[in-house]
């Protein structure tokens, strides 16, 4: 079965600094797409960040980015100047078999 | 980008009664809509996938008789909550993909509360 494997529960740091959030994941497929998203307190689903598994560049968003190690299968996504709107619950998925295989999350608390 | 509504957005409901639940994507045709139940402090849990115009293909161990999934068009899909029970109450969230691959939009999500 395909697994997405959030290892760290919750994190804290203070606002402006640089958080790293891990994502492993398990996959027998070549071609698959990576996701992080983020659910605020209003709990609104919001997609933070996507790889292309074929893609050797690294993804970025504005403040986020990911390392992609595809051959340890790992996707973590780091969160640069972090500002308290990013306070949340940080789910990483794999998509496979047409759907959305989840993580276990990681709740993020961003400190004044 | 795509937006993705819910509602309601809230319901509290007797035990016994029957609850349904709207999801439509606003702006887009969404071949594929998704329903997750996510439980306090968890993970989004697949519920069901259904397609336009055919039946919901349920995840195991989900009981399709008493969540009855329609997805009659290209922009709406209801989920129906049949004869509620207190521990039927929790968060549903709705999503729905354009095409074979690609990201899910999300919609706000509906808390059920069943006395």
């Known amino acids: 079965a395909q697994t997405v494997t959030q290892s760290q529960p919750e994190m804290s740091v203070q606002e402006a600094e640089t958080v790293t959030l891990s994502c492993t994941y398990d996959?027998?497929?070549?071609?698959?797409?990576l996701f992080w998203y983020k659910q605020p307190p209003s709990r609104q689903m919001i997609l933070v960040i996507r790889q292309e598994a074929y893609k050797q560049q690294n993804a970025t968003e504005n403040r986020f980015s990911v390392n992609f190690q595809k051959a340890a299968k790992s996707f973590s996504l780091k969160i640069s100047d972090s500002q308290l709107g990013d306070t949340a619950m940080y789910f990483c998925?794999?998509?496979?078999?047409?759907?959305?295989?989840w993580g276990a999350g990681t709740k993020l608390i961003i400190k004044p | 980008g795509a937006v993705v509504s819910q509602h309601p957005s809230r319901v509290i409901c007797k035990s016994g009664t029957s609850v349904k639940i709207e999801c439509r994507s606003l702006?887009?045709?969404?071949?594929?809509m998704f329903w997750y139940r996510q439980f306090p402090k968890k993970s989004l849990m697949l519920m069901a996938t259904s397609n336009e115009g055919s039946k919901a293909t349920y995840e195991q161990g989900v009981e399709k008789d008493k969540f009855l999934i329609n997805h009659a068009s290209l922009t709406l899909s209801t989920l129906t909550v049949t004869s509620a029970h207190p521990e039927d109450s929790s968060f549903y969230i709705c999503s729905a993909r354009v095409g074979g691959i690609g990201e899910q939009f999300f919609g706000p999500g509906t808390r059920l509360t069943v006395l």
């Open positions: 702006d887009f045709q969404a071949t594929t």
């Open positions: 996959t027998s497929e070549n071609n698959y797409y």
């Open positions: 998925a794999s998509y496979s078999n047409y759907q959305l295989i």
